[in-house]
């Protein structure tokens, strides 16, 4: 089965700076990606997600992300983050089947 | 139209005592998903119901957790004797039974075990 991995359990940056979550994934074929957010107090939302195509990814809020089948990665960016970015990331792996694995999530924090 | 929807939204048992989760789809998913989330733990696959299909159950921690989906739609997941380690959220997602469909998740049903 699929497993995915991020590295980062919390991340700090300051608001207004750029921002990197890394994911990595397993799978023996062609996954299925996804980062979903969860916000304080609210459910899990889609933020973009891969399955074919450009391996650049556009999302919502300002969001992208890159697949990389050399790395298995298929990190998290923003250019520029706003103090409402402040939540729980979660990178998600797919599988032909449907079935999806998640992983443990990144807490991002937004210094003024 | 309307989301996916868990009830209750709080839940509170005393150890040994046996809790029943539900969750109604988004009307036409045929595909539903059961993830726990611990505090500070991220989330945690459970089962999978894929149409008609056999549910892969892999992701259930022991045998007292067991789910059921009813005429493809509404899904129970019930915990026997409950322990305070079964103290978490329970998600509860679905989406339309196709490769690389986004998952739409359920506001949660939150568990403490005293």
């Known amino acids: 089965a699929q497993s995915v991995t991020q590295p980062d359990i919390h991340i700090t940056v300051s608001e207004g700076a750029s921002l990197e979550l890394r994911c990595n994934y397993s799978y023996g074929a062609t996954p299925y990606l996804f980062w979903y957010v969860q916000s304080p107090g609210q459910g899990l939302q889609l933020l973009l997600k891969?399955?074919?195509?450009?391996?650049l990814v556009q999302g919502i809020k300002g969001f992208e992300a890159e697949f990389k089948r050399s790395q298995s990665s298929f990190n998290l960016r923003k250019p520029s983050v706003h103090w409402s970015d402040a939540a729980e990331y979660f990178c998600a792996v797919g599988g032909s089947n449907n079935d999806m694995r998640f992983g443990a999530g990144t807490r991002l924090t937004v210094k003024p | 139209g309307a989301g996916v929807s868990q009830s209750p939204s709080n839940k509170v048992t005393e150890k040994g005592k046996d809790v029943e989760l539900r969750c109604d789809p988004i009307?036409?998913?045929?595909?539903l998903y059961w993830y726990r989330q611990s505090l500070g733990q991220g989330l945690e696959f459970l089962i999978y119901f894929q149409g008609n299909s056999a549910p892969d159950k892999s992701g259930l921690p022991s045998d007292r957790f067991s789910a059921e989906r009813t005429g493809g739609s509404v899904s129970t997941l019930t915990i026997q004797r409950t322990q305070q380690e079964d103290s978490a959220v329970y998600l509860c997602?679905?989406?339309?039974?196709?490769?690389?469909?986004?998952?739409?998740f359920g506001p949660g049903t939150r568990l403490l075990v005293l």
């Open positions: 997602a679905s989406s339309r039974n196709r490769v690389g469909e986004t998952q739409y």
């Open positions: 009307s036409g998913h045929t595909a």
């Open positions: 891969y399955f074919s195509g450009d391996t």
